[in-house]
């Protein structure tokens, strides 16, 4: 089965940086690109980022270009992704999923950010 | 880009089929087969439930199917039961190479 582990999640201040992980198994990590995507509380689904399997392309929305960077170690089966110059409204769970289409997610991990 | 339209909230009695719509552009839905639908329980991980518009996951109810028609998808679910309360998402590729999601229905049985 495909597990997905988020951690790295936490209180952060306004302006800060976090790095989040997501630890793999379960499938072949190199062989899929992998998705970031963000629920801010009480809202709905919202893209961060991409990666393609061999990290050769990255794909980020217009409006997150600079402040956020995804990454992988395929020898670690592991994602991140470094967030910078935090803001309140970055506020929310930031879930790790495979495929660029994602089919399988991760539980999640909580990010707030608040002075 | 904007986000796709979905209906806020649908409701249904069980047994009964209700349908919730997802509307993009030519930029998105209109362009690609590569709709996905997200069935999401307080608390819980989005899971998968259609992909490429319509194809259902191993393990997913076949009373779950999903079609479109121009720049709209859709979402039935057919033989409503309890379970199946929950917030439905639709995403889809864009012609940007960007994954836009729909603002979510709140499905209450």
């Known amino acids: 089965d495909v597990q997905l582990l988020e951690s790295g999640g936490g209180l952060v201040q306004p302006g800060g940086s976090l790095r989040l992980s997501c630890a793999a198994s379960?499938?072949?990590?190199?062989?899929?690109?992998m998705t970031w995507v963000r629920q801010a509380p009480g809202k709905g689904l919202e893209w961060v980022a991409a990666i393609s399997g061999s990290s050769k392309s990255t794909y980020y929305p217009d409006s997150e270009k600079g402040r956020f960077i995804i990454s992988r170690d395929n020898s670690r089966n592991t994602l991140y992704l470094q967030m910078n110059n935090l803001r309140a409204e970055d506020t929310a769970v930031y879930y790790c999923a495979r495929e660029r289409l994602p089919d399988s997610w991760g539980q999640g991990t909580l990010v707030t950010v608040s002075s | 880009q904007s986000a796709l339209t979905q209906p806020a909230s649908v409701s249904g009695s069980p047994g009964q089929s209700i349908t919730i719509s997802c509307t993009g552009t030519?930029?998105?839905?209109?362009?690609?087969?590569?709709v996905s639908w997200y069935q999401q329980h307080p608390g819980r991980a989005p899971k998968l439930i259609i992909s490429?518009?319509?194809n259902r996951p191993s393990g997913v109810s076949n009373r779950f199917s999903g079609s479109k028609s121009g720049n709209t998808a859709s979402l039935t679910i057919s033989g409503l039961q309890t379970e199946d309360e929950a917030d439905y998402y639709c995403s889809s590729y864009t012609t940007t190479s960007s994954l836009i999601f729909g603002g979510g229905t709140k499905v209450t049985v």
């Open positions: 379960g499938f072949t990590f190199s062989s899929h690109s």
């Open positions: 490429e518009v319509s």
């Open positions: 030519s930029s998105d839905v209109g362009t690609y087969n590569l």
